[in-house]
């Protein structure tokens, strides 16, 4: 795989996508407990745009995490509204607050932390097993499809090895794949890459930067602030559960606004 390096080749930022809107995605005021003392989303409002590849950061417990399971449909949510491309998604105040819409809900795609792949299964069981299931794909169709992302991220002689046979960095493309076999709108990474060796991370992080390329939405929660300032179109800074400031990150990583994320970010960047 090409090597691409971070802080020299960042995309062009934004990237430019016909008419975009911030219709693609909309919370309001969206609250999120555990209990009665623990709020991880307190009244949470937030845009999102098509052309969008958002960056949360922020200090751990600030509700970063949370906000990809519950876009997701993993949680739910006591109050609030999320909208999806411009249709109800989510209300706090109907069904437990999980999506309404399931057609929207198969649009959305999510990579975790620590992988998620069935280890019963080959990296092709993996891939195939959603998009037959759920989509009806013929078995056939779908190894086709299969081989394509794997040969598209440097795995194509993977096909038939089992998840134990693979490394950290190569266990995480095979997530990544697995999620774009079902053709999300929209990705969703939560840490991805915090369980890494550095020559992994390098791995997983060219193949979202290639992501990034093709103008696929993105929200990525992540600790590595070189690597958020290199894929980000905006980057929003969260604590306490709630949006404190969000910005291009050249802007926010360089001239915070706000002192909550000067101090963040002075322990993290070591800032002037």
């Known amino acids: 795989m090409q090597f691409i390096a971070i802080a020299a080749n960042r995309p062009a930022t934004p990237c430019v996508v016909e008419n975009p809107t911030n219709d693609f995605g909309q919370l309001r005021d969206v609250r ?5 003392q623990l709020v991880v989303m307190d009244q949470m409002s937030l845009d999102m745009r098509a052309d969008d590849r958002l960056v949360i950061i922020g200090p751990s417990g600030s509700g970063k995490s949370s906000l990809l399971r519950v876009l997701m449909g993993l949680e739910s949510i006591q109050g609030g509204t999320i909208q999806f491309q411009g249709k109800p998604y989510i209300d706090g105040s109907r069904k437990q607050g999980k999506p309404l819409d399931e057609i929207l809900h198969k649009q959305i795609g999510m990579v975790f932390q620590h992988y998620t792949l069935f280890p019963h299964l080959s990296v092709l069981g993996n891939l195939i097993l959603a998009p037959v299931k759920v989509r009806g794909l013929s078995k056939a169709e779908a190894t086709e499809k299969a081989r394509a992302y794997l040969a598209r991220l440097g795995l194509e002689n993977k096909l038939h090895a089992y998840p134990s046979q693979l490394s950290g960095g190569q266990k995480q493309r095979v997530a990544i794949a697995r999620a774009l076999m079902l053709e999300p709108k929209l990705m969703l990474f939560d840490e991805v890459t915090s369980a890494l060796d550095p020559e992994m991370v390098i791995e997983v992080q060219n193949v979202m930067m290639q992501l990034a390329e093709q103008k696929m939405a993105m929200i990525i929660v992540t600790h590595d ?48």
């Open 32 to 36: 999120k407990a555990y209990g009665e």
């Open 225 to 272: 602030m070189h690597f958020a300032r290199s894929i980000a179109t905006r980057v929003v800074f969260c604590t306490n559960g709630k949006v404190v400031e969000q910005g291009h990150p050249d802007q926010l990583f360089t001239s915070p606004r706000e002192p909550r994320t000067r101090e963040f970010l002075e322990k993290v960047l070591h800032l002037d």
